[in-house]
Nanobody, 117 residues
């Protein structure tokens, strides 16, 4: 099973930007949907955005118009461009193939995003 490693997190001020990367241990070309999730302290993990292998993108209402998901199958990498960041975007961000989410072993360490002034 493909494993994902997230990177690119850090600290940003409100209104700032960050770009997250999610690199797979193998080919992602046959993984139809790859999704970004986030989990804030004391809250459940939530879906942020996902992208299909043919480029169809879907966003949660909370990030629509601010975040952009993309994928590069040749590099086995999925990206999340986050603009106009808000403090409520603070969370650990994860990526995973949507077909794998029920397997606890499929989740990586995530990458921390902190938005504060």
């Amino acid at each position: 099973q493909v494993q994902f490693v997230e990177s690119g997190g850090g600290s940003a001020q409100p209104g700032g930007s960050l770009r997250l990367s999610c690199t797979a241990s193998g080919s992602i070309s046959r993984i139809y949907i790859i999704a970004w999730f986030r989990q804030a302290p004391g809250k459940q993990r939530e879906l942020v955005a996902h992208i299909t292998s043919d480029g169809i993108k879907t966003y949660a209402d909370a990030v629509k118009g601010r975040f952009t998901v993309s994928r590069d199958n040749a590099k086995n990498t999925v990206y999340l461009q986050m603009d106009s960041l808000k403090p409520e975007d603070t969370a650990v961000y994860y990526c995973n193939g949507l077909q794998f989410v029920s397997d606890p072993r499929s989740w990586g360490q995530g990458t921390q995003v902190t938005v504060s002034s």
